[in-house]
C-alpha cells in the first residue's frame, strides 16, 4: 500500500499596515516559515504604500519576506472624509486580494483602520480570521471600537495580557478561542543585538547626548481638542530642556490630521540642533534606539508595550492611551510577554485541521453575577 500525499499546507494570510504592526506579526511569519503545515503569506497595504510614510513594504522585502499581493488604501488627505474612504478603498482592495490568493486563514494585527477594512471584506467571504492584541483599552482614541469590532469578526484570538483576555470573553467569544500568548514584538526584543552608540548616531544623523528621549505623538482621534494643542505644550517643554538633551522624533502614523503634527515637528527640528526626525527608523534601529535613550516621550504604544522591555520610563501625555495595563516602573517588569508569543501562536495554528469549522460562533454569556 502507497503512502498518502502529504497533507498541503494551510495558507495563512498576514495583513500589515504601518512599522508598528509590522513589528507584531514579523516573528509570528519567520516561526511560521519553519512549519511543516502552515504556509504564511503577507500583504501590504496603508503607510507601507505611501511615499509620504517611506515606502516601508521595502523594509518587509529587506528582511527576505516575499510580498504575495498589495493594497493600495490612503488619500492624499486625512481628513474624517478621507480616512472613511481609505477604509471603503481598503474593503474593495481586500476582497480583491481575497479573491486572488484564496488564503485559508486571515492574520490580522491591532486596531488600525487599514486592518478594519481586511477584517470587513474577510467576514463577507467567510474567511476565517485571528487576531492579534484584541481586548486592550485604549480609550482616546477610535482604534478602542476598531478594535473591539474586530475582535466580533474574529474566530481566534491572541491576546497579550489576562486583562485583555478577559475582555474577549466578555464580548461573548468562546474561551477556547482565547489564547493569552503576549505581544509579539517582545520576541524582536528578547533576540535583539542592538546596534552600539556610534552605529545608532550615524543612523539617525545625531550625536546622541548623555541623556535623550525618543518622541513620538499621534492624533488623538477621539479628543474633541485639536491634538495640535497638546503637541505644542510638549514641544515648548522639550525647548526648555535645552541642547545637552537629544531629542529623536519618529513622525506620526497615516491618522486623521496626522500632517499637522508632522509640520510641527519639522519646524521644531529646523530650528534645534538637539534633534531630528524620522517618518521610519526601520525595526532594528527603532529597537536599538530605545536601547540607548534616556525615556520616552508622547502617547505612541510602544512607550506603554515595549519601552518596559528596555528598562526604561515612558511618560505619557494625553488619553490615547488611557486603559492600558502600566508596567511599575520601580520594578519595570513588562506585563505583555515574555518573549515567546510567536511560537505560542504557531502551536496554536498548527493544530487546526480545517479554519472553515471556525466560522458559525456561538455568543457566550458570562455567568450572572449575584
Known amino acids: 500500500m502507497k503512502d498518502k500525499p502529504p497533507k498541503d499546507k494551510l495558507s495563512v494570510l498576514f495583513a500589515t499596515g504601518t512599522r508598528a504592526d509590522f513589528n507584531q506579526v514579523q516573528p509570528v511569519i519567520a516561526a511560521m516559515a519553519r512549519s511543516a503545515v502552515l504556509e504564511p503569506k503577507v500583504v501590504a497595504t496603508g503607510m507601507h504604500l505611501s511615499s509620504e510614510f517611506g515606502l516601508t513594504y521595502r523594509t518587509i522585502e529587506a528582511e527576505g519576506i516575499a510580498l504575495s499581493d498589495k493594497v493600495e488604501m490612503l488619500l492624499a488627505s486625512d481628513t474624517p472624509v478621507a480616512t472613511a474612504k481609505a477604509i471603503g478603498l481598503g474593503t474593495i482592495g481586500f476582497a480583491d486580494c481575497f479573491e486572488r490568493l484564496n488564503p485559508d486563514l486571515l492574520v ?17 467571504r467567510r474567511l476565517p480570521i485571528a487576531h492579534i492584541a484584541g481586548g486592550d483599552v485604549t480609550e482616546g482614541a477610535f482604534d478602542e471600537a476598531i478594535r473591539h469590532s474586530i475582535t466580533k469578526m474574529s474566530h481566534l484570538h ?39 552608540r556610534a552605529a545608532v548616531e550615524d543612523a539617525i544623523g545625531l550625536k546622541l547626548r548623555e541623556r535623550n528621549l525618543l518622541v513620538t505623538f499621534h ?34 502614523n497615516a491618522d486623521t490630521f496626522g500632517r499637522v503634527l508632522i509640520g510641527m515637528i519639522d519646524a521644531f527640528v529646523q530650528g534645534h540642533p538637539n534633534a531630528v526626525a524620522h517618518t521610519s527608523l526601520g ?88
Open 108 to 124: 490580522i494585527p491591532g486596531d488600525r483602520f487599514e486592518m478594519l477594512a481586511a477584517a470587513q471584506a474577510a467576514l463577507v
Open 158 to 196: 491572541f491576546v497579550s495580557n489576562a486583562a485583555a483576555a478577559r475582555r474577549v470573553r466578555q464580548l461573548g467569544e468562546d474561551a477556547k478561542t482565547v489564547h493569552l500568548v503576549g505581544n509579539p514584538a517582545l520576541d524582536v526584543i528578547a533576540k535583539l543585538q542592538p546596534l552600539d
Open 219 to 252: 492624533p488623538v482621534t477621539l479628543d474633541v481638542q485639536p491634538s495640535a494643542m497638546p503637541f505644542a505644550e510638549i514641544l515648548t517643554a522639550l525647548d526648555a530642556l535645552g541642547p545637552d538633551i537629544g531629542l529623536v522624533f519618529t513622525r506620526p
Open 283 to 370: 525595526q532594528k534601529l527603532y529597537f536599538s534606539l530605545l536601547h540607548h535613550v534616556s525615556a520616552v516621550v508622547g502617547n505612541s504604544s510602544s512607550g506603554i508595550l515595549e519601552a518596559p522591555s528596555f528598562k526604561i520610563p515612558t511618560v505619557n501625555v494625553g488619553d490615547r492611551q488611557r486603559g492600558r495595563e502600566r508596567v511599575d516602573c520601580s520594578k519595570v517588569v513588562n506585563p505583555y510577554g515574555d518573549g515567546r508569543a510567536s511560537e505560542r501562536i504557531v502551536t496554536v495554528l498548527e493544530t487546526i485541521e480545517d479554519p472553515r469549522r471556525l466560522i458559525v460562533k456561538t455568543f457566550h454569556d458570562l455567568p450572572v453575577l449575584p
